[in-house]
């Protein structure tokens, strides 16, 4: 066995998507975008430089739940809890209607599937993949026009932190009724088990971890345990819940965000998500895209795909701002800001082929939906914050 090999598909995974990472930010596009596509080219479809292989399947597995721990440590409880009840509202009806808009467009589009069927589930995949929000472009613009510490603002971040905690659930949910050996009752009782485990043992997982933090502050043992309890909680969700890992993975991050150590176990974590298990992960999704599949039915179904996924973001979460009272200008703002979607509809899309729910062809529709969203997005949000400051001048006027 030549097992060495795999050395020389690492080096140029790393290289082409680091590449490709800084290219796609000079464009103003995310940098999970450009190690997309290097893993495109350098994969089978193209230049057949790098080919999938179980080594770097399981090294893409650890980079997604990587990136759902820190996630998770990224999380603003006490901002969660401030924001509360208007942005829990925003983000339930963030995921629901576009998990039902997504939904209907597949079905609409491939023809209606009876209650349970193999397409039926497919369907109701395809509408999970489009309840990920991902703030990160919304967040920098809203920097950069000094709006981000405004309601607006804040809606938005507590709404899209909330939004990926149901997204999650709904993952969850949808996998676990697509298992054969599995009922709707045995899936609800399991992740309500999970969820109740979580919080007993996450308490007490705290305390223990807040004490050793207090003794040894800022030490690398910290980031070490955090690490092995993210492995071990994403271990325990999928053995003993039949829970999706990265729920575990997500659930850990949470538990540990509010320890004071919590920024710098993300810091440890994010240098080897950064190096390496990050980029093996995005470029994987390249390397899974199958470009030859890609027809002209596919083509017409992605752009119909994106069109769904950002109307429906708008309009989930637009119409329920606007009923929790706010003016419509600032609603189209929250909507707007709420439709972009990066890594965590990747990784959803990525549970999804695992098992079985999504072909890899798709995978260009939420690529292009990534990409659209991500570009647009910024622009808009300038021309209505644009739109509502001409305004004011002419009423000061």
Same mark, same amino acid.
């Given at each position: 066995m030549e097992n060495y090999l795999v050395l020389k598909d690492l080096a140029i995974i790393i290289i082409a998507a680091k590449l490709f990472g800084i290219v796609a930010r000079k464009l103003k596009a995310p940098q999970v975008v450009g190690e997309i596509i290097a893993g495109l080219i350098i994969g089978p479809g193209i230049l057949g430089w790098v080919n999938q292989s179980d080594f770097l399947l399981q090294m893409a597995e650890i980079g997604v739940i990587l990136l759902m721990f820190s996630a998770g440590l990224e999380t603003d409880i006490k901002e969660l809890l401030k924001t509360g009840p208007i942005a829990a509202l925003i983000a339930c009806a963030g995921v629901f209607i576009p998990l039902i808009f997504g939904a209907l467009y597949y079905m609409l589009y491939y023809g209606m599937s009876p209650w349970g069927s193999e397409e039926f589930y497919k369907a109701v995949f395809v509408g999970t993949i489009l309840t990920a929000t991902s703030v990160s472009i919304t967040v920098e613009s809203l920097k950069e026009m000094g709006k981000l510490k405004g309601k607006v603002g804040t809606t938005i971040l507590s709404a899209a932190i909330i939004d990926d905690v149901i997204g999650i659930i709904v993952l969850t949910f949808v996998i676990g009724f697509k298992n054969p050996e599995s009922n709707p009752s045995t899936v609800m009782i399991n992740t309500v088990l999970f969820f109740v485990a979580a919080v007993i043992v996450g308490f007490i997982s705290y305390k223990l971890f807040k004490y050793v933090d207090k003794r040894y502050p800022h030490t690398r043992r910290i980031p070490i345990a955090g690490l092995a309890y993210c492995f071990l909680l994403s271990y325990l969700a999928e053995r003993y819940f039949g829970i999706a890992d990265i729920t575990g993975a997500y659930v850990a991050g949470i538990i540990l965000c509010s320890i004071k150590d919590s920024s710098y176990i993300e810091r440890k974590v994010d240098v080897n998500s950064y190096m390496l298990f990050g980029p093996v992960f995005f470029a994987s999704i390249g390397l899974k895209t199958n470009v030859e599949s890609v027809t002209g039915s596919i083509l017409l179904f992605s752009l119909g795909f994106v069109l769904v996924g950002l109307i429906s973001k708008i309009v989930g979460c637009g119409l329920m701002a606007k009923l929790c009272k706010f003016k419509l200008n600032d609603s189209l703002k929250i909507g707007i800001g709420m439709m972009t979607r990066g890594e965590v509809a990747l990784i959803v899309a990525q549970k999804g082929l695992s098992a079985g729910l999504l072909e =890899?062809?798709?995978? /260009?529709?939420? *690529? #292009?939906? *990534? $990409?659209?969203?991500? $570009?647009? /997005? =910024? $622009? #808009? #949000? &300038? *021309? #209505?914050?644009?739109?509502?400051?001409? /305004? %004011? &001048? $002419? %009423?000061?006027?």
């Open positions: =890899p062809v798709y995978f /260009t529709s939420v *690529i #292009l939906l *990534i $990409i659209v969203s991500s $570009i647009s /997005t =910024p $622009i #808009l #949000l &300038k *021309i #209505l914050y644009s739109r509502e400051e001409d /305004t %004011q &001048k $002419i %009423q000061a006027a």
